[in-house]
C-alpha cells in the first residue's frame, strides 16, 4: 500500500473521541487499529469515535497503558478495528532534533480542526521526545499523530500549557509538547502480539 503524503488526506484518519462525560481527546487509525493516549480513555467516560458514518464504541483495548509520567512509562491505548483498513502505517524510527513533523489534532470535541509544524527540538526521554509546535496545541489535542514521511511517528500525550495561558514548567517554552515515539508503540504491539 502507497503512503499517503498529502496531510489533507491523512487528516481524514485523526478522529475525536466523544464520550458521555465531554472529555476531549483524539487519536489516529492506523491499518486496522485505533491508536490514543492512555490517560484519554482514563477520563472518559463510554468513549466512542465515528468511523464511516458509525459509531464505534472504545471497549476491550488490545493495549492499554495509563502510568505515571516517567521515561519509562506509556501513555498508550490501542484498539481493534477490524474493518478500519486505513493506509497509515506506524513508523519504526524515531525524529531526530530538527525534523519538522506535521501535527493534526481535533479540539472542541470534533468542532475545531488545528494543523501545524512539530519541530523536534533534540529532548528525549526514554519513550518520549519533545517537539516545539508553530499552533498551541490545548486540551483536546491529547492523543493525536505527528507525521514524517507519510507515517505516524509519535501521539501527542503532554504539553507545557496551563489553561490560563502559562507554561506548566516555566523552564520551558509554552509550546513544547511531548510525544510517546511510535518506535515504542510497535513494540508494545509485538509483545501483545506474542503474549
Known amino acids: 500500500m502507497e503512503k499517503i503524503q498529502d496531510i489533507t488526506k491523512m487528516r481524514q484518519y485523526v478522529l475525536s473521541i466523544i464520550s458521555d462525560n465531554y472529555n476531549e481527546g483524539c487519536g489516529v487509525m492506523v491499518g486496522n487499529m485505533f491508536i490514543t493516549a492512555g490517560h484519554v480513555i ?17 471497549i476491550n483495548p488490545i493495549v492499554f497503558h495509563n502510568d505515571e509520567n516517567n521515561s519509562d512509562s506509556y501513555d498508550i491505548a490501542v484498539y481493534s478495528i477490524p474493518k478500519a483498513n486505513s493506509p497509515l502505517v506506524l513508523s519504526d524510527i524515531v525524529p531526530e532534533k530538527g525534523d519538522v513533523l506535521k501535527s493534526c489534532s481535533w479540539r472542541m470535541l470534533g468542532e475545531e480542526y488545528v494543523e501545524c509544524n ?23 489535542s491529547s492523543g493525536s499523530p505527528v507525521f514524517l514521511n507519510g507515517e505516524v511517528v509519535g501521539i501527542l500525550c503532554a504539553g507545557n500549557y496551563n489553561n490560563d495561558n502559562t507554561p ?24 501483545k502480539r506474542f503474549q
Open 118 to 140: 512539530a519541530v523536534v527540538n533534540g529532548l528525549k526521554d526514554g519513550n518520549y521526545y519533545a517537539a516545539n509546535t508553530d499552533e498551541q496545541l490545548k486540551p483536546g
Open 42 to 58: 482514563h477520563k472518559c467516560v463510554n468513549p466512542i469515535i465515528r468511523w464511516n458514518g458509525k459509531k464505534i464504541p472504545l
Open 168 to 191: 506548566c514548567n516555566t523552564e520551558w517554552p509554552l509550546n513544547l509538547c511531548v510525544f510517546l515515539s511510535s518506535k515504542v508503540i510497535l513494540e508494545l504491539l509485538e509483545t
